[in-house]
């Protein structure tokens, strides 16, 4: 089954309480993660002191500590652990208290081979680096449990610990014997007979009839292309289980007497875990966030990630659990980013929801795989630009308390369905080119630009708030995400819809008859086949009338497309497809039926929009705009200044100073403004 939009939990509100409670009685949260564990204890006394400093008032601490506080199956060296978290309290500084379950010790792999993970050609990995267990094997569950309900019970009730941090970026997967067994049982409760099974997967196709659940294994390195049904499933057995991982040492904490919000960190577009279905699991929504400073679209790509933590949240204000300071170091050549655009990155999450920025780590490592990754604190220490800059940005998120928990309201919503996602990214389709997250991020882009808030939205999410729903590609639309979109549509919103949309089933196998068949009646229009398109494109021309786009072109791939009722816009001007429609409308229904060139783009997302007012009218090239509660961001990530007409006798939160009619923000800068009333 696809997931769709959940009903809201019944302890959901329960949930998002507990950590609306813990900002409001600390502000932003602002930290990292801590590893005392790593230090000597004369290096503790520093770190709190420069904490303090530098306004920190928030670290999660423990999240590899597993062989530190376990050396031994069994033994618990509480000791270090007691004096930090009494330290940090001392401090005034919460902690957010991790199970250390993503790196267990070596010993257990000793003990219990089998919960070593195994990757798809059969290598069994070795202890020496970090994750390696295998989510189905009960000896590491077990193990895990143990620690996380010892840890759980010895300090619930520290009043230091303020939230809970359930292992660390969930996404280890496994195609042992472990999983093996797992995977039938998943998949025996899915379809409850083989038979069944055969049938969705359509196993005739290259002979793969099952005789019985136990014939199957994951989908291992084989001769040749696997079954993409079999590769869906997997994808799903394997985000089911590790939620089920996080779940265990969830309620185990409860269990304990905790009463904290309990999270994990998720990762943004991360494609091994399905963000909607674990939303709902987490207390508050925690995501990883390291964009690239050496690409110059990272401000525009991260903040779609942004808007996904915040509509995985249901709009609540979320965290952003990791960022670096400066530079990683896990990309083959790693750019630093200055503090200005530290500052000017963690100044956006908050626009876009965030009611916490942290980062991973508070001190440089000196030794281990991540000595060159940044962190607040690097290894030259406090007397650097980096660590002032942190100071900077703990002084900005002190002014900036007056936001917390107040919501970004949009009215245009983009749909993306994670195992939509999974099951149009196998290989052997009309072209490998086409790509999900791409398409997501330029439509998105198109919004970002314009400074329109944007929700991101999963199949069947009710969408009668929206004015503007965008599908820049989903490549299964089940019944109930069609009728939803039907639904907005006759409700008077207006969609856009592009290319290879609705093309498969829930399984992955394609919905035969004129495409795409769960939307055609939508878009009235309907297409034959999916081609793709030569290198450098073709041609598109618009019919008279129409604002017409100076290099127009279409790209990648297109669809032999016929109108059922539908006016053509624009047409392919040249090759296989020349004269038939590449841009409809319906009604209020635009279609697309190729990847088309960024100025087409905007025209036809210009007609959609109409009327959809950004945060500020036409934000110039490189700011950001975007309205949260009462407070305008203004976030220039240009290289010019930017001068724009703003509401006079605005303040700016960040300097206390009142704004004119016009506000000027130098490149790399920042405004918060409120409006305030003079009487
Ligand atoms: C991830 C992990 C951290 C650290 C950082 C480095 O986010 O959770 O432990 O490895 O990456 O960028």
Redesign the pocket.
Known sequence: MITGARAPRTTELAQGDAFARLCADRGLLFGG?YNPEQWPREVWQEDVALMERAGVTFVTVG?FSWSTLEPEPGAREWAWLDEVLDLLHGHGIAVDLATPTASPPPWLGILHPETLPVDRDGVRLAAGSRNQFAPSARAYRDAALRIATDLAERYAAHPAVRMWHVG??FGQVDYGDEAARAFRAWLREKYGSIAALNEAWDTRVWSQGYRDFDDIVPPRRAPYLLNPAQTLDFHRFTSDELRECFREQRDAIRRAGATQPITT?LMGFFPLVDGWSWAGDLDVIAD?Q?PDPAVPDSPQKVALVQDLARSLGQGRPWLLM?Q?ASA?S?RPHNLPKSPARMRLDSLQAIARGADGVCF?QWRQARAGA?RF?SAMLPHAGADTDAFRGVERLGADLARLRPVVGSRVDARVAILFDWQGWWAGSEPARPTMRHDTIEQLERWHGALWRRGIATDIVPPGADLSRYEVVLVSHSYVIEDDAADRLRRAAAAGARLVIGPFSGVADAHGAILTGRSPVPLRDLIGASGEEWVGLPDDGVALSFRPGEPVPTTARASILAERLRTDGAEVLATFAEGELAGRPAVTRNDRVWYLAAVVSEDVLAAVLDAALAGVSGAVPDPPQGLEAVRRGDALFLLNHGDAAADIEVPSGSEDLLTGQRTSRRATVAPGEAMVLIERRTT
């Open positions: 993660d999240v660390n970026e960190n990883d390291y990791e670096a990683v896990w991973f991540e990754h």
